[in-house]
T-cell receptor, first 115, second 111 residues
Framework: DAGITQSPRHKVTETGTPVTLRCHQT?????MYWYRQDPGHGLRLIHY???????DKGEVSDGYSVSRSKTEDFLLTLESATSSQTSVYFC??????????????FGPGTRLTVL | TQLLEQSPQFLSIQEGENLTVYCNSS?????LQWYRQEPGEGPVLLVT?????EVKKLKRLTFQFGDARKDSSLHITAAQPGDTGLYLC???????????FGTGTQLKVEL
């Protein structure tokens, strides 16, 4: 299994508070992604990174920011959490050659509840 | 409107039955992937189909890419409880290995 961890695994927070989710990989893969998963929508891309300090927006980026200061870590920040951001968040990684180029490997997910 | 629409959204069947899940789009893709996600875990890649009309088999699972490369199907023969999960199709869109996922089909196979 690809070495991807997410922290925390569960979080309950209140509307208006900032929240940071962490994704850590041990595979030295170039690409990292943050998705949210909601019923009836599959997985939707929030932000992605194609290298250290290189990030770009996905289809549902409003209200989220990301940072990648090291290859192994990709942080997702909810600047001011809202109830609509209650979701399960997944981090994924992919590489630049071979099998890792054509496949995304997913972390175990973080369940976030915003009250 | 999502780029990839899956049907049905939910499917509950008995062990031993056959089923087909569909993934449809109006766009043409260079390839399409199928992932399976079990409760409490992230999705795991099952297969990638690349050529129009291509058929790939993975044990009791048969994947087909449409001739026009706009759609795909997943057929499961003699379903087992271990097949229970969320099935997601996905296609590469844009640069950076970005994937767009379908809406998902939640399958439950009961004894």
């Amino acid at each position: 299994d690809a070495g991807i961890t997410q922290s925390p695994r569960h979080k309950v927070t209140e509307t208006g508070t900032p929240v940071t989710l962490r994704c850590h990989q041990t595979e030295n893969h170039r690409y990292m992604y943050w998705y949210r998963q909601d019923p009836g929508h599959g997985l939707r891309l929030i932000h992605y990174s194609y290298g250290v300090k290189d990030t770009d927006k996905g289809e549902v980026s409003d209200g989220y920011s990301v940072s990648r200061s090291k290859t192994e870590d990709f942080l997702l920040t909810l600047e001011s959490a809202t109830s609509s951001q209650t979701s399960v968040y997944f981090c994924a990684i992919s590489g630049t050659s071979g099998r890792s180029y054509n496949e995304q490997f997913f972390g175990p997910g973080t369940r976030l509840t915003v009250l | 409107t999502q780029l990839l629409e899956q049907s049905p959204q939910f499917l509950s069947i008995q062990e031993g039955e056959n089923l087909t899940v569909y993934c449809n789009s109006s766009s043409v893709f260079s390839s399409l992937q199928w992932y399976r996600q079990e409760p409490g875990e992230g999705p795991v890649l099952l297969v990638t189909v690349v050529t129009g009309g291509e058929v790939k088999k993975l044990k009791r699972l048969t994947f087909q890419f449409g001739d026009a490369r706009k759609d795909s199907s997943l057929h499961i023969t003699a379903a087992q409880p271990g097949d229970t999960g969320l099935y997601l199709c996905a296609a590469f869109t844009g640069g950076g290995n970005k994937l767009t996922f379908g809406t998902g089909t939640q399958l439950k196979v009961e004894l």
